[in-house]
């Protein structure tokens, strides 16, 4: 399966970055989106161009800040992909006005657990709407590590496997593994002695770390020759390594729980297009008919009554199958605490 991954997320590098500040290609000039590379593809938005007669057009970047930095530097569009833990940072900014749920037509079948509220209420304004999602949990190799090694996540801290174990270079990642393995399973409300203990959880991790991975099609590659045996990684490198008989793992029920990162899209306060263009593109992602679409290239999509209609082994072979364990949800947090993850994961991989 070849996946427009999170990989174009975070490492897309200068041939995106060279795109950043203009369209791609001019489609539907009513509506400017924001996105990561191979997000445009348009089966993810059927419906849009049924209504509409084309794709909207599209500009891209290559992370979060980046598309920060550009849109507080004056470039202009209608709507933004970005991941939770960067929402509070953006409309902290200003960058952001809030989606009438009201013109959102699967707002009350979204997932609970992604948006962080109960969608029936509108009692808040909401600034961010999931479209997709994924699972992030232990990656390990079958014929060399049993599943009783992994059935906590306090393997990281297993000796026998020190020297082949990675985690991800991405601070909300790897702090969500951390919490979890520290008895958090919600972060929205972390107190001080819960970030000290995540901290030096992934402190006393670090020195049993062969490295930290920064795409999937590494992490694919360190698991497949053998240098790392366990990992935490996200949902995508399970089919990847399947796909080549590789005998992989992949373990979301350890008993401390597993992960769920989540992504959407936001209403940019710059935006100089058609604003029902907006909603016409929102409810395109989010319809069942984009469903199929997301879930081949490895993402969950965020309307709940879409997903229920898939069968739990389609859902197992893309790692996103109904569990009975914790699940943190990585939703939007704090830019405080954000600030002192960042902060403290840098001196973590510096040694410190």
Same mark, same amino acid.
């Given at each position: ?10 490492? *897309? ?47 891209f970047f290559g992370d979060e800040d980046e598309a920060f930095q550009k849109l507080q530097s004056g ?7 970005? %991941? ?66 992994? *059935? ?35 972060w929205g409300d972390v107190d001080d002695a819960e970030f000290e203990a995540a901290t030096d959880w ?60 989540? %992504? ?52 197992? *072979? ?25 902060? *403290? ?8």
């Amino acid at each position: 399966m070849s996946n427009p991954t999170r990989t174009a997320r975070l490492l *897309a590098g200068a041939a995106l970055a060279a795109l950043a500040a203009g369209p791609a290609l001019a489609q539907d000039s009513d509506l400017l989106v924001f996105d990561y590379s191979g997000f445009e593809d348009p089966g993810f938005h059927p419906d849009y161009i049924e209504a509409n007669g084309a794709s909207p057009t599209f500009a891209f970047f290559g992370d979060e800040d980046e598309a920060f930095q550009k849109l507080q530097s004056g470039f202009r569009a209608d709507v933004s992909h970005v %991941c939770a833990g960067s929402v509070t940072k953006w409309q902290e900014s200003g960058l952001l006005e809030p989606w009438d749920t009201s013109k959102i037509d699967a707002w009350e079948d979204l997932n609970p657990e992604l948006t962080g509220q109960d969608v029936t209420t509108g009692a808040e304004d909401v600034y961010f709407v999931p479209t997709d999602f994924g699972s992030t949990a232990i990656i390990y190799n079958e014929d060399d590590v049993p599943a009783e090694d992994v *059935a906590s996540l306090d393997v990281f801290l297993d000796p026998a496997y020190a020297g082949r174990m990675t985690l991800p270079d991405n601070v909300d990642d790897a702090y969500a593994l951390a919490y979890l393995a520290t008895g958090v399973t919600d972060w929205g409300d972390v107190d001080d002695a819960e970030f000290e203990a995540a901290t030096d959880w992934l402190r006393q991790v670090h020195p049993n770390l062969r490295t930290y991975w920064q795409d999937p099609a590494e992490l694919a590659q360190l698991v497949s020759t053998g240098e790392v045996q366990v990992a935490w990684a996200w949902n995508e490198t399970y089919p990847t390594l399947t796909e080549i008989d590789f005998p992989a793992g992949f373990q979301r029920t350890a008993e401390e729980g597993s992960s769920l990162w989540l %992504c959407g899209y936001v209403n940019l306060a710059s935006g100089e297009g058609v604003e029902d263009k907006a909603y016409d593109f929102i409810n395109a992602m989010l319809a069942p008919t984009s469903t199929d679409a997301l879930l081949t290239e490895g993402y969950g999509q965020a309307n709940q009554a879409a997903m229920s209609e898939k069968s739990q082994e389609e859902l197992a *072979a893309s790692g996103l199958e109904e569990i009975d364990a914790p699940v943190l949800a990585q939703l939007p947090m704090s830019q405080e605490l954000r600030q002192k993850q960042n902060e *403290a994961f840098e001196r973590i991989k510096a040694g410190f």
